[in-house]
């Protein structure tokens, strides 16, 4: 199951939600960032957008950091992720594979919002809550807390590095005729073997 996909489509005519509402102004924010791009979100830049003024924006939202962080829960959100930290696996290598794909989907789906996620610290919420219950879903697969941390930690590093150098070059400009597997490189239909590459390591290292 992909993402849920609420922003419209890219060159669609962006519509003013209403009534104002942290949700809203949520949403609004990620459908910006997915049009206009990341470094042009500010909090006047979206308030435009709504059509009201930046300081009617506070009263749902504190600043640009509440902003982001609540930004960060509605990704998560749209994402697969809570689901399966729920769901029972017959293993750790079974869950991890599902927990991480479900990661690539949703910087697929949103990969201009992404990189709040995958750069946002582990210890602030609402990330580090997320990590806990990923954590703790882990074990119960039968890893100790240790190794929960320690192949959570190593897996969120590849997807992080690998979905964020497809994210920040996709669109852009290159030798298209370049060696083939200089392109793989950046291909995100290599991500998954690379995934399970890293999984039979962590299984043969914890074995």
Same mark, same amino acid.
């Given at each position: #199951? ?15 939600? /209403?009534?104002? &509402? +942290? ?10 960032? @997915?049009?206009?791009?990341l470094e042009r979100? !500010?909090m006047r830049a *979206? ?26 829960? $509605? *990704? ?6 809570? @689901?399966?930290? +729920? ?6 290598? $079974? #869950? ?16 201009? &919002? ?9 210890? /602030? ?6 990590? @806990?219950?990923?954590? !703790? /879903?882990?074990?119960? !697969?039968?890893? !100790? $807390?240790?190794?929960?941390? $320690? ?18 070059? +996709?669109?852009? &400009? ?7 597997? *200089? ?8 991500? @998954? ?6 999984? /039979?390591?962590?299984?043969?290292? *914890? +074995?």
């Amino acid at each position: #199951m992909s993402p849920r996909q609420v922003a419209a489509e890219p060159g669609a005519q962006l519509d003013s939600p /209403a009534p104002l &509402s +942290r949700d809203a102004i949520t949403h609004a924010a990620i459908e910006f960032i @997915e049009h206009r791009g990341l470094e042009r979100l !500010t909090m006047r830049a *979206l308030a435009q957008q709504l059509g009201c003024g930046t300081m009617s924006l506070y009263r749902y939202v504190a600043n640009r950091d509440d902003l982001v962080g609540a930004i960060i829960e $509605e *990704l998560v959100d749209r994402s697969d992720l809570p @689901e399966l930290a +729920r769901r029972r696996f017959k293993n750790w290598q $079974e #869950m991890s594979v599902a927990a991480i794909l479900a990661y690539k989907d949703l910087a697929v789906a949103y990969p201009g &919002s992404f990189e709040l996620l995958a750069l946002a610290p582990y210890d /602030a919420e609402p990330v580090s809550s997320h990590i @806990e219950r990923m954590a !703790t /879903a882990l074990q119960g !697969t039968g890893l !100790t $807390e240790r190794q929960a941390y $320690e192949v959570l930690g190593g897996l969120d590093a590849y997807a992080t590095g690998y979905l964020l150098v497809w994210a920040r070059a +996709r669109g852009a &400009s290159g030798d298209a005729s370049g060696p083939a597997a *200089l392109r793989k490189i950046r291909d995100i239909d290599e991500f @998954e073997r690379g995934l399970r590459v890293f999984v /039979a390591g962590y299984e043969a290292t *914890l +074995r």
